[in-house]
């Protein structure tokens, strides 16, 4: 049994927490919050009686491993710290807020052999897992460009529209919504030029790129536009991705909150002309949770087969902060950048 102690007492820590728990190889020795009180509030729903405010105080639990699900400002600390005392983690977001803090938790984990897994339960997802075997095998043909869209209405009151806590929109949501994923497919960008704006929220604490167009060529020249932002006006569709290629095409409607479906556009069987979409349903987005919290707790205990392993190591996760990072940098200089 792997004993987790968790940092962080919001919704997220309790959805990454529930599928740790669902496994059946885990149970949580230590919870650690800000205010005590939510800290004993979550630990009495997952049975835990050692609930704290300071994450530092986790040791005497004795915890094998950690969950951080913390407002990234204060992430980075948090991860480093439990890498120092020996521990595998399991971070609920982004591997970082910086490509320094990415590299020196790469440098920690590889020097204390330890497991860590950034949050990109994306890459877990049947639906991306299909879509990856679909252009593996050819089907596409060779993929020329990929486009997608993640609009979502953001809560100015939360964190994630804090550029401090947050680290800025395209660390927070577009590494998520679907760099991470889509680079999972294709591969690691080469280059970078991207263009935001501010319009909604433009008070001095809310993040600069509010809403943001970035395009980056993949390699094989693959060409992808990447657009997101937190202002989305109600029922405008907002959530999709397509990967074109020479023979056929791919859409994604990656849900957040029913089954995700994958449509293939192939030409017509008869005529040769046309296009038929086929479409595929697969299960609920939570899955993807699961299968993540599945596959760390096999690193962590060593009963990795192959068959899942950790798929957001710190070597690759560090590229989605370059990204984020090249792709800000791209808008404040206005020039095209290689991540």
């Known amino acids: 049994m792997t004993r ?5 007492a919001g919704h997220m820590a309790r959805v990454r927490t529930a599928a740790l728990l669902a496994d059946g190889r885990a149970q949580v020795c230590a919870v650690a919050a800000r205010r005590r009180e939510s800290a004993q509030r979550f630990g009495a729903e997952v049975g835990c009686t050692c609930c704290v405010e300071e994450y530092t105080t986790l040791l005497d639990a004795e915890p094998d491993a950690v969950l951080v699900e913390v407002p990234h400002a204060v992430q980075d600390a948090a991860v480093l710290w439990a890498l120092g005392q020996g521990l595998h983690v399991l971070i609920g977001g982004v591997p970082a807020t910086t490509s320094r803090a990415a590299d020196e938790i790469r440098r920690l984990a590889a020097a204390h052999q330890r497991v860590v897994e950034a949050g990109y339960q994306a890459r877990y997802s049947r639906m991306w897992e299909a879509a990856r075997q679909c252009i593996h095998d050819g089907r596409l043909g060779r993929p020329v460009a990929v486009r997608s869209i993640a609009l979502w209405a953001g809560d100015p009151a939360t964190w994630y529209y804090n550029q401090r806590a947050s680290g800025g929109m395209p660390l927070t949501h577009m ?72 023979l056929a095409a ?55 087969g192959g068959d899942m392993p950790c798929r957001n190591p710190p070597g690759d996760a560090v590229w989605d902060v370059r990204i984020a990072e090249a792709i800000v940098e791209s808008v404040r200089a206005d020039r095209t950048v290689e991540p």
């Open 4 to 8: 987790i102690a968790v940092i962080g």
């Open 175 to 246: 590494t998520y919504c679907f760099i991470n994923p889509v680079r999972w497919l294709l591969g690691n960008p080469l280059r970078v030029s991207a263009f935001a704006n501010r319009a909604q929220e433009t008070g001095p604490e809310a993040v600069r790129e509010e809403t943001c167009i970035a395009n980056l060529v993949l390699p094989g020249d693959v060409l992808y536009s990447a657009t997101a932002g937190f202002v989305r006006p109600g029922g405008v569709p907002g959530w999709s991705v397509t990967v074109i290629g020479t």
């Open 250 to 304: 791919l859409e994604l409607a990656p849900w957040e909150d029913r089954a995700e479906t994958m449509t293939v556009y192939e030409p017509g069987a008869e005529t040769g002309t046309g296009a038929t979409g086929r479409r595929e349903t697969f299960g609920e987005p939570a899955e993807a949770f699961d299968r993540q919290a599945a596959a760390f707790l096999d690193a962590v205990s060593g009963e990795a």
